[in-house]
């Protein structure tokens, strides 16, 4: 068996096993590694490293630090760090939405950290879009995609689907200064609605996509997304508070 392996190696051309690991995506690539000295030789080659490193961060420099040994310790390190930063911004939103829900300023405050932190399309697909995650992470990610990466929709689309996050739903509600009729200010009305991830990406969750984005300014006082399953799944508009 093992002398069939190196029969097929040998026959292989150098090129051909290059561009066979140059197509596979970096788990992948760990894995086909471990099949043998061959691969493993040529799945570190560093051409491959230095283009899957730039396609996931695409404003990462060309210039290697002297201090690394080449693109897959870049990649290596770059993936470390990108998973502590993940990790404190599941940590922050977990605990921010201990009673089921989340405030629109903390919610804004984790697409921020997002930003900072320069998280990549890829970064944000790799530990945000996980289904096992709370849908509140699901949705910084998808509006930080949208309105900071500026990502097109149908990418996003086709990334939640092949994730299997893509129905996955939050309860949104915000609260909005009555108007002022003849002298009296009217009572404040509560709007609320279920939203899944696939509606945001559409028209159909354009209004409340709208209130996420612009949090409690105007006449919108106060934001709440929440997981929590509200007394009606349809959308309503009821009035409520002072007079």
């Known amino acids: 068996m093992k002398q069939s392996k190196r029969n097929i190696q040998r026959a292989l051309p150098l090129d051909i096993a290059l561009k066979i690991a140059s197509s596979l995506q970096v788990l992948d690539l760990c894995s086909l590694g471990g099949c043998s000295r061959f691969w493993r030789g040529l799945c570190g080659s560093d051409s491959i490293w230095e283009s899957l490193a730039k396609q996931r961060w695409p404003s990462l420099h060309s210039s290697l630090d002297p201090n690394t040994k080449g693109w897959r310790e ?47 399309f890829e970064d944000v697909h790799m530990f945000l879009f996980k289904p096992k995650l709370n849908v509140l992470l699901n949705l910084v990610g998808l509006h930080y995609c949208i309105f900071c990466l500026e990502m097109p929709a149908d990418r996003v689309m086709d990334t939640l689907v092949g994730c299997n996050i893509v129905e996955h739903k939050v309860h949104v509600k915000w609260w909005k200064l009555g108007r002022w009729f003849h002298g009296f200010r009217m009572r404040d009305e509560c709007c609320s609605c279920w939203v899944s991830l696939e509606d945001l990406l559409t028209g159909k969750g354009e209004e409340v996509l709208g209130v996420l984005h612009r949090g409690a300014v105007h006449e919108v006082f106060r934001v709440e997304i929440s997981v929590s399953n509200p007394k009606s799944t349809s959308w309503c508009q009821s009035t409520q508070g002072e007079g």
């Open 74 to 120: 870049i990649y290596l390190r770059m993936h470390r760090e990108k998973a502590g930063c993940a990790a404190e911004v599941v940590g922050f939103v977990e605990q921010c939405s201990l009673s089921g829900s989340i405030d629109v300023g903390d919610y804004q405050k984790a697409i921020e950290d997002l930003s900072s932190m320069q998280f990549s």
